[in-house]
């Protein structure tokens, strides 16, 4: 597949996310790795729940030569 | 006309006129061979039974209004015209409209090209590409303005808001849709943002999904770069680019249900994983305070305890000895304050034996009447100045 340009910051929130929860289940952490890791965590769930929330569908047309025009839905 | 000398321009006129004028319009059916598409556009064919062949030409324009691509051996009903061509010396049908003889013949070439490129190897599930699991950028190549498209937006808008869907128009049904297919399909892969191809089109009837049937847009499926989903027709409908693509959806709305997360799927697991965080970072608080007692409980920290205990004891004692001494302090000031009463009682006395008054002192008591003095026995005299032993019978001075 083709490499993306503009990784969306939704899927790698959601990525980093689940990194951390994984990382809070089972690894042995220090206390203020711990506290860090969890705040960034719930920080990431509510930025992504709000992006959610947010969110409003993009729709454009390609022409034939390749420019997008914006539709509206 | 016997024994009149035609030249061959003359009788081929004559012919020309003659086949011309009767064969005007003729409906004829057959089946096609050397069937040739050139690049000018023009088709060439052959169109033969058991029996006989003719020439066929269907000029560009004309084979426009073809919604399939013929194929030899196919059964087709064609009209048209017949001509002459004087320079070959031969006749051919100019064809200006051509249909599958059945609705067999269809089949039968969707068949035979199934199995073609069953045996080239487009349809070989080592070739699909795996679908994205969360695209964020979705291109469709569909009718514009179809509703096959407003159903999949809305679906998206409905499931997965958060995804941009980009729209390459084509034509999803006549004769050239396969071609503005294949562009649209084309376009999307020279962009570099897209993360999947939607191939779409509403229900119809199999003339009508034709276009999906075609051998370029097989060939156009198989090379795009990016994962394609088809969503054609309905669900009975099977097209061979359901076949080529990475992955067939029953229907348009499908092949977008299938690509989009359930928006609240997605808030139930980011909900999940806030959970997990949370209980995650409780469990390692508690094990630091498990172990923190658990350190407390051990032998090192009780032993030490004990050397509480017994410092504790010696600062009990230390207290007792000051509490003892503070007793015996006040002891002292008791018995020192009895000292000075008497001293200050003994004080009286001297005042008075200042005066020239003199006690008088029997066996260590004063004797104070004259009836306890005992005339045999020594006795002192306290002055004030000074004190006499007075021996009974004799005087002497101490």
């Known amino acids: 597949m083709k490499k993306k340009n503009n990784e969306s910051t939704f899927k790698s929130d959601l990525n980093r996310l689940e990194q951390i929860a994984d990382q809070l289940d089972t690894s042995d952490l220090d206390l203020e790795e711990a506290i860090t890791l969890y705040e960034e965590g719930i920080t990431l769930s509510k930025k992504c729940l709000q992006a959610l929330e947010k969110a409003e569908l993009k729709v454009t047309e390609l022409k034939s030569n390749l420019e997008l025009v914006n539709q509206k839905k | 006309m016997t024994g009149a000398v035609l030249t061959v321009t003359e009788l081929t006129k004559l012919i020309k006129q003659n086949l011309e004028e009767n064969f005007s319009s003729v409906s004829l059916i057959g089946e096609i061979s050397n069937f040739k598409a050139h690049t000018s556009g023009h088709w060439y064919f052959t169109l033969k039974d058991s029996g006989a062949q003719i020439s066929c030409t269907m000029w560009r324009g004309m084979n ?93 808008q409905r499931r997965f808001p958060l995804v941009e869907i980009c729209v390459a128009p084509c034509s999803v049904q006549g004769a050239g849709a396969a071609e503005t297919i294949v562009k649209a399909l084309q376009n999307l892969n020279e962009r570099n943002d897209i993360e999947v191809i939607i191939l779409a089109r509403g229900g119809g009837s199999l003339e009508d999904l034709w276009a999906f049937n075609e051998e370029e847009v097989a060939y156009a499926i198989f090379r795009s770069e990016i994962p394609i989903v088809t969503g054609i027709g309905h669900e009975v409908d099977f097209t061979i680019a359901d076949f080529v693509a990475d992955y067939r959806a029953a229907t348009p709305t499908a092949a977008m249900e299938i690509l989009t997360l359930d928006k609240e799927d997605i808030i139930y697991s980011i909900t999940e994983l806030d959970t997990r965080v949370t209980e995650g970072l409780n469990e390692s608080l508690n094990e630091k305070r498990d172990r923190i007692l658990s350190i407390l409980n051990s032998y090192a920290f009780r032993s030490s305890s004990d050397v509480v205990k017994l410092f504790s004891q010696r600062v009990d004692g230390v207290v007792y000895r000051i509490q003892n001494g503070m007793h015996n302090l006040l002891e002292e000031r008791k018995n020192k304050i ?43 005299l306290i002055f004030y100045d000074n004190q006499i032993d007075v021996h009974s019978g004799h005087e002497e001075k101490k």
Do not use: C, W
């Not at chain 2, 200006?96 to 013949?105: D, F, T, V």
């Not at chain 2, 590409?129 to 190549?141: C, F, H, N, V």
């Not at chain 2, 009895?338 to 003199?358: I, S």
């Open chain 2, 338 to 380: 009895a000292l000075h009463m008497t001293r200050l009682l003994a004080n009286d006395v001297q005042k008075t034996l200042r005066k020239g008054f003199v006690l008088v002192k029997q066996e260590d008591k004063f004797v104070t009447r004259a009836k306890k003095f005992q005339m045999n026995k020594n006795h002192q």
């Open chain 2, 64 to 156: 426009d209004y073809v919604f399939f691509s013929p194929q030899d051996g196919m059964k087709v009903r064609i009209g048209g015209k017949l001509t002459v061509y004087p320079p070959r010396g031969s006749y051919q049908v100019e064809v200006r409209s051509m249909q599958p003889a059945g609705i067999g013949e269809l089949q039968l070439a969707f068949e035979k090209l199934k199995e073609k490129l069953f045996r080239e190897g487009l349809f070989d599930s080592e070739n699909k590409k795996s679908l994205p699991e969360m695209p964020m950028k979705i291109g469709i190549a569909t009718a514009s303005g179809g509703a096959a498209l407003k159903d999949m937006i809305s679906v998206a």
